[in-house]
Structures are given as C-alpha cells and as structure tokens.
C-alpha cells in the first residue's frame, strides 16, 4: 500500500513574546491510502497544529511533510493551495460554512475551484445523499449544527479528496446528532475510498478508526500502527 | 467565472452596508463632476461671450484726452463708435439726502455693441441718453430707498433718474458694488465740472468692425501710431480681455478643484477604512477558502471586484447628483464672472468622474485588501491565529500605498493644471490628513495614558472605545477634524480681516479721507472741514507720474526688469516731513534741501533695482523729471490715510498738475455723511472715502466669497458624515456583540446606550477640538501671511462650532447604532457559537 501522508521529524516552535514555544517535536508517522487514523491527546497537545502542518496550512519550523508523493516545505503559499484543491477535503469542528453562501454553493466551492462543470447538480446530489435534499438553499443561520456538519461532510467530499482532515468533527455537537454525523463521516468515507486522518478528543470516535497517534506535549507517546506502518 | 460569482455570493447581506461605503465617494464624485462641469461652461461661455466682455471690438483708453492725431485717426477707421468718459465721483441722491463714491460714466453712441446694458425698466437703457437722464446702480438705488423718477446729483447737474441699472456687459457684481457706475449722457459732462485740471479721468473710444478685420493687428498699430502723440494709450480687444478673464477662470477654477479634490479624497479615505471594517469580518470567510484551495490572487480578485463594483456604483451616482448639482452652481459664480455662465451636464464629464472614482476608490480599497491576500489558511481552525504580514505583502503593501499617492496627484494634476500646483494640493492635504492623525493617535495615547478611573463604570468604557481594538477614532477624527478645520479656518481669516477694518477706525484714527481736490479748493475745504468741527489730520498734494527711465536707461529698453513697479501709475506728494506712518531705512532724508531728491518705499526700490544715489526719470503727466534717490522709508500701510511709494523734495512738483487729498475724522456716522453732503453740494468734484463704505464693501465680498466657500465645505462636511454613519455601521457588527456580551453580564440597554453616548460624544468633541485648533493656527497663518492683518478669531461663533460638532457626531453615532441595544443577547451568541 502507498503512503499518502508522510511526517517526517516535524518540529514547529512559535515565537511568545522573547522565548520560543515548541508545539510539536520531532513528530514522525506515515499514513497509507485509503486508512482511517485519529489523533488525539490532551488540549494543547498540538493535535491542531498538527493537522494543519499535515494540509500545508502553515509552514514547519523543521521536519518534512510529504503528501501524496511532494514535500510541502518547498511550495508557496498559493502551490499548497493549488495541491489542497487537488487532494485535500477539510471538516472543522465549528463547520466553517462560508455564512453568504447557500448551503448547495457551499458544497458546490471545491468544484467551482477546480473550474468543474456541473458543480451545483453534484451538490446537489450530495446534499441529498446526507438528507438535505430540501434544503439545498437554505443559508448556514438557517441550519442547526447538525445540519451544517453535515453541509460540511458533503463539501469536504464533494471532489472526492485523496485525503480528508477532519478537525472535532463532533466537537460543537450533542452525543445524538454527532453520533449521526460520526455515522454519515464513516459511510462516505468508505463510498468514496478516501484517506480520513481526525483530531479528537473523543476516544469512542478514534476507536472507530484503524489507528491512534496519541500526542503528549508536542511528541508522538503512542502510535498504535503496526510496525511496517509506522516507520 | 468563480471569482465574479463568488464576488457576488460574498456580497450577501452586506449590499446595503456597501451601498453606505460607496455614498462616500458618491458625494466626492458629484463635487468633481459638478465643479469639472463648471469650468467647462465657464470656459465655453467666455468664448462664446468674447464680444461682450467689452461691448466692442476694440476699445482705446487715455488717462488724458485723446490727441488731435488720434482722433484724427479714429476718423479714418470706420465701423460704428463710441465715446465714454470714466470718473470716481460723489453723487447726492437728494430725496434722501445719501452720498455715495460712484464711477461716473459719461457715454455718446450706442455702446454696448455687444450684450445690453440690463435695466429697469428695460427701456430706460436706450432711454436715459436722450434729455437730462440718468441710469444708476441698482444697488446704490436700493441702499439710499430711491426710486425711478427721483433725482440724482451728479458733480452740478441734477438728472432724473430713468432707470435702475442692473448689469453691464463684461463687469461682474462685485466690482459693481465698490464702485457703483452711473450712467449719464456725454453732453452734460461738461455741465458736472467733474472734469478738472489733475483729476482722474478715463477717456475711452469704442470701436465696433463689421467687416473682417484684424482687431488684434489694428490695435498693435493704433499702439504704434500713437506712440508719440499719446504715450499714455492702452489698446484693450476682446480677445485680451478675454485672456484676463482666463486668468480669473482658472483661478476661481483652481478654488474650486481643491474642494473636489478634498472631498474626493475624503470619501477615498472613508472607502479605504470601510473596506477594512468590511474585511476584518471577511477574513474567516476567505480563511475557509483558502483552506479549501483558493489561492491568494483568487480570493484578492473577489474583495476587489467588490470594491470595483462599488466604486463604479458610487461613481455612476455621484456623477448623476453632480449633474443636478452643476444646474445650481451658476449662481454662485455669478458675481465673480461678467455676463451668464449656461450649464449643461456633458456625458464626457460624466464618464471622466465615473473612471476618476472607480479609480480611487479602487486604490484606496487596495491596501486594506492585502490582509486577505496573506490570510492564512490556519484561521480557519484557530480563531485567534493572528496572520503577520508576509515578506512579499510588505512590499506589495508599500506599492499599493506609493499608487495611491500616484492616483491623488494625478487626480490633483488633472483639477489644478500645474504639475507644481497638484504637487503642492497633494503635499498640502497629505500634510493637514497627517497632522489631524497625529493628533488623533496623540489623543488616543493620552486618553489611555490618564484615563480617569475615578468615572464611573458607564463613562469609562465609553471612553476605553476610544482606544480599543476596531476603534474608529482615527477615522472620525480626521473626516470630521477636516470639514471643521475647512469652515473654521474660513471662518475665523474672515473674522480678523473685518475686525482689522473696523479697528482702523478706532480712536483718533483717520476715517473720512477726500480726494481729487483742486489747488484752488484747498481752502475753501479746510475750512468746511473745521466748521464741522473736524480735525484736518493732514492736506497732501499728490501728482500722478510714470518712471520713464532709471539711470538714464529709458523703460521700453529696461524689459521685464521691476514688473509692474515699473509700469504702474505713482501718485505721488511732496513734503519735507516724515509722515508718522513712516520710518528712514537708507539715505538721508531730504527735508528742506534745494536739490531735487525723491524717497522711495524700500519694497518698490528693491523691486526696481536702485538704491540710493541712482538716478530716476519721472515721466509726469508729459513732462520728463530727473531727480536722485535720496533716501529709502519703510511704509505702514495699514492705515486709512494716503501713503506714498514716492515722496518728492518741496520745489519740484509744485507746477505740475496736481488734486489734494484731506484725511479727517468725524466721530459719528452722521457727521460723516453730512460732511459728505455738504461737500457735494459746494465742491461737487471731491470725492470721499469712509470707514463705513469700505467696511460695507468688503463684508460683502467676503462674503460672495464665503459663500462659495461654504458650499465646497458643504461637500467636505457631507462626506464627512456619510462616512461617519459608513463606519458606525461598520463597526455595527462589533457593537452588536460586544453589547450582547456586556447585557448577558448584566448590563442594561440604557448602561449600553449611554456607553455609545460618552464614546460618539468624546469623538465628537476630539475631532471637533483639533479640527478647531489647527483652524486657528490656518486662520493664523492666512491673517498673518495672506491678508497682513492681526489675527482676530470670532470665539463665540468657534464655541458654537465646538458644541454643533460633537452634537452631530452624537446623532448620527446614535442613529447608526440604533437597535444595537435591543438584539437579543442569546440570538447573537448563538451566532458567535
């Protein structure tokens, strides 16, 4: 099996005020296509900045990332932009619906970026196969939370990624709806044949995946991969 | 395709905030188009009017009477004539028993060729030549409440008045009311006596071809044939007159450019912090976007279509307003230029305002719009990430800022026509746009710096707004700093003239002075003077002179050496006292030396090149006389009494032809004009000049010219509040939260209320303060430097400016925060969650 994502000696340290905070440290892990993995860990455990590290939404302080076969630490701002609209889907704890857009133009974003025809009736399609079929036009202030997580699955799946980060998923829901959405996350993820790395904080939902990276004050503690996969 | 789409999606929910953002530079784009509208039309009409700014094709002018030669060839050229003799004299209108200094012009034929001579009843201005008539000044008429049909005093003869003059082709009203003209036939000229031996008098001959004729080629041989025979002639077209009045077009047009341009930049300045507002909100929005896979550019093109858009809106609204606005611009100009200005909006004005707004409204919304190219992604998952401004966007940042200069000056150029003109329009704004930012970024420091803490809760977050993140105090500060310290420093320039005016009448100060008083008068003067129990403060003799050569090197040689210090009229006198007003700065004075010696005013002397000892031949009235720079005074010419650039030796000038001038002072208004009409009465030639009529006159200048002033403030202070309503809504989105925060804490809705109240008062007030205080210091600096007087500010009418301000800022505050109170907490923090 090919690896889709490989970290390799990642290291990220902020600059606080006149010392530096190193978040994450020496951070190694390789990720095959089409497995599910969680990360998780206490707050402040750099879960976050990891994953964001891992879609090349912020450079690494030293370390590489290789997704999909390309090292990140070369690419511009925009070239990383350019590989996120190509491989990456994207879930946010806090939905992050673009709150102008109707929840079928929401969807429809990924497609429109990579100059797809035909975006809105694939939205379309999709917000029906989540059950939103009847509310294709709706404005994000006019859903509730669970309705909009999952406006947020169809649009991370919409382009069928070759890898999904999936940040709380359930985070901001109740237990009944984010079990629902947990459910709809799993079931799209198996249709579509898609790479799922999630942050959590729930060990229920990272024990529905194959793996668990556990972190610990920015470092890997536990990694429950086997051996071939992890090195 | 997507970026245009989703420009418009993102626009959702915003369209009416940002149809606020664009009235900003709406109101600077209809100032633009209207005034740019103006100056066409005016440029237009003066072509089209040419003729008529003389009434004639060609007008010859002397100081002297026309010689035999001269008229001799007048004779020979044919076309249509006529005669005018012009004269400053007093007339009595005797029903009322008013005296007024008015130009007295005696006129033979039917001059205006061109235009008409305006009057009421219209008939009157054919009517008046034809028996004992006269057409007068409607507004000397309307301040002494006479009538057509009454009788008016001019010089000896007493005419009827026939008709109310209400304008003259080429003159402009404010020239009218310092010297009303009246008009009498020239056959009783000579019956008035105003004609004497050394009184000012212009003698002109009108002139109308209709053949094809080249009038600028006939008047350059008229000046040459005449040369010898009457050296004093001036040859004046149409055409010159209409290159004068050029001259006044541009400036008046320059005027009014910098207030388009101030106003302009105004509501560039309101866009530019509209659009920050606009993209603070906007950035977790195109954070998502990014994270999505739109690239920097992509998401840059989607907040500058916007802002394009806008600017193409506000623009296209501006120049519809403008057009409405120029059809009552004419009005305000009118007394400014001769004859009528006809305005029509013009399509190429329209567009050229459109281009101009999208322009700059583009340019000031582009750095602003750079935060959402260097977004980063990371926003997306953490709220309070805090994107720095990457290496590239510093200097895409330094680019977009030098551009927008680039567009100002350009903007500037394009208003003033002169590259050093828009340099300085630019330099200036900038200067007063960063001293009023400064003074907001002071007053922000020291607000926090001594921050009261012994107010209570309420006043004290009111005031913290005024630091704290999102604060809109720079903003106010400088939009509303602006249009105070425009009508302010307008307002209080004009104040110090007026009161140096009247001031110049105080205490034992000279305020009647009568002139053009013949040798043969003098006593007889003096002594009504004294029976009116008025003192003669001083009785000079003045002779009009021309230079003709300076150290024997004749003037028409001499170039453009001393300007017009070389060709001017010098009316001078001849003493051997120092006046009081007078100080020796070089030489010796003359005093009662037999030598013939002059004293120069220094000013003149350094403008002519010469110094003391040099030589300097005086051309008077025909007769050569050379006499040596004795000595060189300093002049105060502050002051209502004659003061001379030349002062003769006693025993040079006593033969030439010569009026007197005698200075007094009558300490009731009443005395004053009975002087002045016992004067008329007895010695109907000698004129008088009083505090009151100068007062009068220039108060109504200044004030034609205020109200044009105004008006361009007018645009200023309008887009300053459109762009304070523009960021209150803005900030509404804050204010919105930040309410529901403090309400779910226990606030009440009248705690939040009067917290906006202290904030938009204490802005008020600020800008208000400041735009105030660099008035005075504008204000200063033109009474000092512009007008020479002593700066005199009106305080009562400053502390109204100072309590209208911060009120205004208050309404409009309040009224843009409407409601923010009254959202109910839960449904914003469900929101926020």
């Known amino acids: 099996m090919t690896d889709v994502l490989d970290v390799r000696d990642l290291t990220r340290t902020y600059r606080s005020g006149d010392r530096d905070l190193t978040v994450l440290q020496s951070v190694t892990f390789r990720i095959a296509a089409g497995t599910t993995s969680a990360i998780v860990g206490p707050s402040g455990s750099g879960k976050t900045t990891l994953l964001g590290l891992c879609a090349g939404l912020d450079r690494t302080s030293a370390g590489t990332v290789i997704l999909d076969g390309r090292p990140l630490e070369h690419l511009s701002e925009d070239e990383r932009a350019l590989l996120r609209r190509e491989l990456v889907g994207f879930v946010f704890q806090n939905f992050q619906l673009i709150p102008t857009l109707s929840a079928v133009e929401n969807v429809a ?87 799922l790395v999630l942050v959590t904080h729930d060990i229920d939902l990272a024990g529905r995946c194959g793996r668990m990276i556990r972190l610990r004050a920015g470092a890997v503690v536990e990694d429950t991969a086997a051996p071939a996969e992890r090195d | 395709m997507w970026v245009l789409r989703m420009a418009w999606r993102d626009s959702r929910g915003f369209r009416q905030r940002l149809l606020l953002y664009t009235s900003a530079i709406a109101i600077g784009i209809a100032a633009l188009t209207a005034l740019r509208g103006l100056s066409h039309a005016m440029e237009e009409g003066v072509a089209q009017q040419a003729s008529e700014l003389l009434g004639a094709d060609l007008e010859v002018e002397s100081d002297l009477p026309f010689s035999a030669t001269a008229e001799a060839l007048f004779d020979s050229l044919g076309g249509r004539r006529a005669r005018m003799v012009e004269t400053l004299s007093m007339v009595l209108l005797p029903e009322s028993g008013g005296t007024r200094l008015s130009e007295v012009r005696a006129i033979r034929g039917n001059w205006p060729f ?56 080429g003159e402009t009203a404010v020239r009218t009311d310092v010297r009303p003209p009246v008009l009498i036939p020239y056959e009783y000229l000579a019956q008035t006596e105003l004609v004497q031996y050394g009184s000012r008098i212009e003698y002109k001959a009108l002139f109308r071809f209709d053949d094809d004729r080249d009038v600028q080629d006939l008047a350059e041989r008229i000046k040459e044939r005449l040369s010898r025979s009457d050296p004093d002639i ?43 507002a606009y993209v603070e909100q906007k950035l977790e929005s195109v954070a998502v976007l990014r994270s999505l896979g739109a690239t920097g550019g992509q998401a840059l093109r989607i907040y500058l279509l916007q802002a394009g858009v806008l600017g193409l809106i506000g623009s296209t609204a501006g120049a519809i307003a403008g057009a409405a606005v120029l059809l009552t611009l004419p009005a305000l100009i009118a007394d400014f230029l001769p004859g009528t200005v006809r305005v029509s909006p013009s399509l ?30 990371l926003l997306a ?48 704004t900038a200067v007063a746009l960063m001293l009023l ?36 105090t720079l903003l106010l500060m400088v939009s509303l700093g602006l249009g105070t310290f425009l009508v302010a420093t307008l307002y209080t320039a004009q104040n110090s003239v007026l009161a140096h005016i009247s001031q110049l ?61 070389l060709r001017r009229e010098y009316r001078s006198t001849y003493r051997s006292e120092l006046a009081d007003s007078e100080a020796l700065v070089g030489g010796t004075w003359h005093g009662d030396t037999v030598q013939a010696a002059v004293s120069l005013e220094a000013g003149v002397a350094q403008r002519l090149g010469v110094s003391v000892g040099d030589s300097l031949t005086f051309d008077v009235q025909g007769m050569p006389l050379t006499v040596v720079v004795g000595s060189l005074r300093s002049v105060d010419w502050q002051r209502i009494m004659p003061n001379f650039l030349c002062v003769f030796s006693p025993g040079v000038l006593e033969a030439a032809p010569q009026f007197h001038v005698l200075v007094t002072r009558g300490d009731s208004p009443e005395a004053r004009a009975l002087l002045q009409r016992r004067l008329v009465e007895k010695y109907p030639n000698v004129s008088a000049i009083d505090l009151d009529l100068i007062l009068r006159t220039v108060d109504d200048i200044l004030d034609r010219v205020a109200a044009l002033v105004r008006f361009m403030a007018l645009f200023s202070v309008a887009t300053g509040v459109v762009v304070l ?40 007030t600020l800008a208000g303060l400041t735009g105030l205080l660099l008035a005075l210091g504008g204000g200063w600096g033109l009474a000092r430097f512009v007008f020479e007087v002593t700066f005199a500010p009106a305080w009562d009418w400053l502390a109204g400016a100072l309590l209208v301000v911060p009120l205004l800022t208050i309404l409009v505050g309040l009224f843009g925060s409407r409601g923010v109170a009254r959202v109910p907490p839960l449904e914003v923090l469900r929101r926020a969650g």
């Open chain 1, 109 to 195: 974003v990924p497609l429109e970026l990579r100059g797809e025809s035909g975006a809105r009736e694939r939205a379309a399609e999709l917000l029906d196969r989540v059950g939103l079929g009847d509310r294709l036009d709706h404005y994000p202030v006019q859903l509730s939370g669970g309705e909009q997580q999952r406006v947020g699955l169809a649009r991370a799946f919409i382009h069928r990624p070759k890898i999904l980060f999936a940040d709380e998923p359930t985070g901001n829901l109740d237990a009944d709806t984010g079990a629902a959405v947990e459910d709809l996350l799993f079931e799209l993820n198996r249709e579509t044949g898609t790479t």
């Open chain 2, 114 to 169: 061109y235009g008409e001579l305006r009057s009421d009843p219209p008939t009157a201005a054919l009517s008046f030549r034809q028996g004992r008539e006269a057409l007068v000044d409607n507004g000397l008429l309307l301040q002494y409440e006479a009538e057509v049909g009454d009788s008016i005093k001019v010089g000896r003869v007493t005419f009827r008045i026939a008709g109310r003059l209400l304008g003259i082709p």
């Open chain 2, 234 to 276: 001036d040859v004046d077209t149409a055409r010159d007159r209409q290159q004068r009045l050029g001259r006044t077009i541009r400036n008046l047009d320059r005027f009014l450019g910098l207030g388009g341009f101030i106003a302009l930049l105004l509501g560039a300045v309101g866009v530019a912090s509209a659009i920050h």
């Open chain 2, 348 to 377: 190429g004005t329209a567009l050229e305002g459109i281009s101009i707004g999208t322009s700059i409204a583009l340019l000031f919304a582009a750095r602003p719009l750079l935060a959402v190219r260097s977004a980063s992604p």
């Open chain 2, 381 to 428: 998952i953490r709220a309070s990430y805090e994107s720095g401004l990457r290496a590239g966007d510093r200097v895409w940042r330094g680019l977009v800022v030098v551009l927008a200069a680039g567009g100002a000056y350009l903007l500037a150029r394009l208003l003033a026509g002169r590259p050093d003109h828009a340099l300085f329009f630019t330099a200036g």
């Open chain 2, 437 to 472: 930012a400064l003074s907001a970024h002071l007053l922000r420091g020291s607000v926090r710096r001594f921050f009261p803490r012994s107010l209570s809760y309420v006043t004290r977050q009111g005031l913290a707004n005024l630091y704290r993140p999102h604060n809109q």
């Open chain 2, 505 to 565: 009448g105080g205490e034992a100060q000279p305020n009647v002075v009568l002139f053009d008083i013949q040798s043969d008068q003098t006593e007889g003067v003096r002594q009504l003077v004294q029976q009116m129990e008025m003192p003669v403060l001083q009785l000079v003799p003045v002779v009009s002179m021309h230079i003709g050569a300076i150290g024997g090197v004749p003037v028409d040689s001499l170039g453009d050496q001393g300007g017009w210090a």
């Open chain 2, 725 to 764: 309503i523009a960021s209150v809504s803005a900030s509404r989105f804050q204010r919105v939260r930040e309410s529901a925060l403090l309400r779910t804490l226990g606030a009440s809705q009248q705690q939040v209320q009067r917290m906006l109240l202290v904030e938009y008062a204490a802005l008020g």
